[in-house]
C-alpha cells in the first residue's frame, strides 16, 4: 500500500485490508490519524492477507476507533506493533476487538497502548 503513502488525517468511513495475498505489509498508510466507521460498524478489518506480517504502517492512529477492530486470518502476521496509539474501540453486533485465525501471531502486546 505504499502508493497510498500521501493519504493523511483521518478517514471518515472504515478502513478494510481484506483477501490480498501477496500484501507484506502496511506500510504507506502512516499518516492515517484517525478512522470512522462504516456501515457494518467495524472501523478497521484486517483479513485473508495470507503474506501479511506486520501491521506497522497503522502506527499513526491515534485515539479511538467508535467501530470495531477486527483482525483476522492472517496466516503469516507476527506482530500487532503499530496499534498503540488506538486508546478505546467502539463496538460491532457485541463485539469490540476480534483477534482469531492468526497462526503466527504469539501475543497481542501491540494494543498495549
Known sequence: VEGLAGLNGSLDGSLHIRNNSNLLSLHGLEGVEIVGKGEEKRSVWISGNSALLSVEGLAGLRGG???ALRIVNNSN???LHGLE???NVGRAFGNSICIFDNGA?????GLAG
Not at 501471531?105 to 502486546?109: A, C, D, F, G, P
Request: hydrophobic share 50%.
Open 85 to 87: 496509539g488506538v486508546g
Open 77 to 79: 502476521l507476527l506482530s
Open 65 to 67: 476507533l467508535p467501530g
Open 105 to 109: 501471531l504469539l501475543s497481542v502486546e
